[in-house]
């Protein structure tokens, strides 16, 4: 524990250098979460599913912890190409003293870059580089990722809202054609949401719903 201690209290710059790098560690590992959600596919994913359980109306069904399951295994799915391509560029010649921390924090940086930036909009991105008065980058490792992961971020939750309006509309017309037919029964007191949930869970199993929501999904990535 003293040793510990003396490492971040020394003035001997080896000893400096690791303990600052011991702090960006911790860091990134505190920051770990934000980093899966904003720099993957998660955000979108997790987002498409909540609009599918608030269109069918069925509260918390599924569970939070469902959702939340089926959208990390998800991106773990549809990064896994990205996350192959970073062990093998970076973390391998990493662990096996091949280059440094910067060379390989570098070479990780570019297959997420190259997933962020296929699927973040060009307004997006000039949005932010405008605001930090960012030249137009001519390669795509000169984009900043102060600028891209905050673009890219915007881009899935557009996307997302657009797949969730989708999805909203054919429950959207059940809720308004059983609204109809209760009121000109003169059935005012009986809630529309009670008559169409099971009408709505029933389209939903006929059409297949979690296989089309989740090929959509993946044909989006």
Known sequence: MNDFINMFSSTDPSQVSTSVKLIILLTILSIAP??????TSFT??????????????????????VLIGLALFLTFFIMA??????????????????????E?????????KEFMAQHTRQ???????NYTGTENP???EDIPLMT??????????????????MIFIPFLIIDMAVASILMSMGMMMLPPVMISLPFKILLFVLVDGWYLITHSILQGF
Request: without cysteine.
């Open 148 to 165: 891209l992961v905050p673009a890219f971020a915007i881009s899935e939750l557009k996307t997302a809202f657009q797949m969730g309006f």
């Open 123 to 129: 307004k997006d991105l000039a949005l932010f580089l």
């Open 44 to 65: 979108r994913i997790i987002v498409v599913l909540s609009f599918v359980r608030t269109s069918l109306a069925t509260q918390q069904m599924p569970p939070n912890q």
């Open 104 to 112: 390989a924090y570098d070479h990780a940086s570019i297959p997420i």
């Open 34 to 39: 934000g980093i899966l959600i904003l720099m």
């Open 81 to 102: 190409p990205t996350f192959s391509e970073v062990y093998d560029e970076a973390l391998q010649p990493l662990f096996n003293e091949e280059m440094t921390l910067d």
């Open 138 to 140: 001519e390669t795509l």
